[in-house]
């Protein structure tokens, strides 16, 4: 089974939870703390397609200060808001767990046992 990456926020209890679950159920992962590294356009493109998502607003962070710094609204395009989180990474929902081609978002955590198979 190839090594997951699980995108971590170590100040999050939601990502520690989750990082916590991926343990316990023995998940091989390469753990990397975005806000540290953040991420590049193209990562965040290649998570969006994995997350199957239609718009990107769907793994922002709405409320906090940084959206309204970014200008974003509801209806901002992907492209701003992919560009928003590389700017701000604080604005990327957490946690995410990816296997490259498909991802999910860890809230609730029955959203990683579903990609896991589990």
């Given at each position: 089974?190839?090594?997951?990456?699980?995108?971590?926020?170590?100040?999050?209890?939601?990502?520690?939870?989750?990082?916590?679950?991926?343990?316990?159920?023995?998940?091989?992962?390469?753990?990397?703390?975005?806000?540290?590294?953040?991420?590049?356009?193209?990562?965040?493109?290649?998570?969006?397609?994995?997350?199957?998502?239609?718009?990107?607003?769907?793994?922002?962070?709405?409320?906090?200060?940084?959206?309204?710094?970014?200008?974003?609204?509801?209806?901002?395009?992907?492209?701003?808001?992919?560009e928003?989180?590389?700017?701000?990474?604080?604005?990327?929902?957490?946690p995410?767990?990816?296997?490259?081609?498909?991802?999910?978002?860890?809230?609730?955590?029955?959203?990683?046992?579903?990609?896991?198979?589990?």
């Amino acid at each position: 089974m190839a090594k997951k990456v699980y995108y971590h926020n170590p100040r999050c209890s939601k990502s520690r939870q989750g990082l916590a679950f991926l343990n316990e159920n023995n998940v091989d992962i390469d753990i990397k703390e975005y806000l540290k590294v953040p991420l590049t356009k193209s990562e965040v493109s290649s998570l969006v397609n994995a997350l199957g998502l239609e718009n990107a607003i769907e793994m922002v962070r709405t409320k906090e200060a940084e959206f309204a710094q970014a200008g974003l609204s509801k209806d901002s395009s992907n492209s701003q808001i992919i560009e928003a989180i590389v700017k701000y990474p604080k604005l990327l929902e957490r946690p995410i767990l990816s296997d490259g081609t498909k991802a999910a978002i860890g809230r609730p955590l029955e959203n990683f046992k579903s990609l896991l198979g589990l």
